[in-house]
């Protein structure tokens, strides 16, 4: 069976709304993973799918250090870069990553933690989300 766009779209927005406040990317992707499995065990899922890659996203006013400090905590954590785009626009900085975390010695969630860390440090914006919440939330 498969599971169409506008399904996993439904589901997104459900999440959302029942959610609320509490809406997470990680919730919001737990949750629609808990309605896909009502589907049984013969569901495909989208193609492109990975269970190890995260999206980095990341913007703010440019000064030095922001990449180097980002990219210092993703290798010490042993966290792959498989792409990685960047721009600076006078004054501003932004930053999309594509990160293999299969073989980290941390989990998502210890990631996100210790990259909000060093957000606030550096006073900037760090977004880091697994690749199918990513893809679920922007097919909306």
């Known amino acids: 069976m498969n599971i ?11 999440a959302i709304k029942e ?4 809406a997470t990317p990680e919730s919001v992707k737990h949750y629609v993973e808990n309605e896909i499995s009502k589907y049984g065990n013969n569901v495909i899922k989208p193609s492109g799918s990975s269970s190890n890659r995260v999206i980095l996203t990341s913007f703010g006013l440019n000064h030095m250090g922001i990449v ?6 993703l290798s010490e954590c ?28 941390k989990e998502l969630k210890e990631l996100q933690e210790e990259l ?3 957000a606030d440090k550096l006073n900037v914006k760090i977004y880091l989300q697994h690749e199918d919440v990513f893809r679920f939330m922007h097919r909306i």
């Open 116 to 118: 909000s860390a060093a």
């Open 68 to 73: 180097s400090n980002i990219t210092k905590i």
């Open 4 to 14: 169409s766009e506008e399904t996993i779209r439904e589901l997104t927005i459900k």
């Open 78 to 105: 042993k966290c792959d870069i498989l792409d990685i785009s960047q721009k600076i626009m006078q004054e501003f900085y932004t930053m999309i990553m594509m990160i293999d975390i299969s073989n980290s010695s």
């Open 19 to 22: 959610l609320g406040d509490k």
